[in-house]
């Protein structure tokens, strides 16, 4: 079975610019996350998504935005770009929304560059 | 707040050798805890969590790790390193609040496993 999958892997974008992540879930998890990490951190809570709605977010600016579909494939969108804002951006899914023993997984990640 | 602490940067261990790498957890919340393994330029992989029972937990790639409530401790082990063991290493904490399921992670501890 296939795992989590991102895409695009690596990008170069410049200060100002915006993005777009995507993220397609475990088959059969319905939530997805999305975390930032940056070089020597270990990741940050950006955002989660259950059944389309967002059920969580972490403490990021309104520049970051993100959506989930109804195969439950998920994107996250960046607005004005930063250079702060260079990082590995991972995405997880869970099979649920809340922690019932459940594990979280996670992709292989898109590492964004800021110029 | 519930928050996991790994004290060491960096750990290195002789090929052959038992490894430890450490994590301690803050008593607040529940005790569930997970430890994570990131290959260089890889997003992260699960090894293994506590959830309840067993004190030994058996993880994926010969890693286990012992939960000690009087020390708050979690530390992953192995009897044996091996080289491609070398990675970046991940203790962390799952919690639902507000209706989100997210992980707080450790700063990470870099493992070097020398031949």
């Known amino acids: 079975d296939a795992g989590v999958t991102q895409s695009p892997t690596h990008l170069i974008k410049t200060r100002g610019q915006q993005v777009t992540l995507r993220c397609s879930p475990i088959s059969g998890h319905k939530s997805v996350s999305w975390y930032q990490q940056v070089l020597g951190q270990g990741p940050q809570f950006i955002f989660q998504?259950?059944?389309?709605?967002?059920?969580g977010r972490g403490n990021f600016p309104d520049r970051f935005s993100a959506r989930q579909f109804p195969n439950y494939s998920s994107e996250l969108n960046v607005n004005a770009l930063l250079l702060g804002d260079s990082a590995l951006y991972l995405c997880?899914?869970?099979?649920?929304?809340?922690?019932?023993?459940?594990?979280?997984?996670f992709g292989e990640g898109s590492w964004l560059t800021v110029v | 707040a519930q928050s996991v602490a790994q004290p060491e940067d960096q750990v290195n261990v002789a090929e052959g050798n038992p490894l430890t790498v450490k994590c301690t957890y803050s008593?607040?919340?529940?005790?569930?805890l997970f430890w994570y393994v990131q290959y260089p330029n890889r997003g992260l992989q699960f090894l293994l969590k506590?959830?309840?029972?067993?004190?030994l937990v058996k993880g994926s790639y010969g890693f286990e790790a012992e939960f000690n409530k009087s020390q708050t401790s979690f530390h992953l082990k192995k009897p044996s390193a091996l080289v491609s063991d070398s990675a970046l290493y991940f203790c962390?904490?799952?919690?639902?609040?507000?209706?989100?399921?997210?992980?707080?992670f450790g700063k990470g501890t870099k493992l070097s496993v020398i031949p």
């Open positions: 997880a899914s869970s099979f649920q929304q809340d922690f019932t023993g459940n594990t979280i997984y």
């Open positions: 008593v607040s919340g529940n005790p569930y």
């Open positions: 962390a904490r799952p919690h639902s609040g507000a209706g989100s399921y997210q992980l707080t």
């Open positions: 998504y259950y059944e389309k709605e967002e059920r």
């Open positions: 506590y959830i309840t029972g067993d004190n």
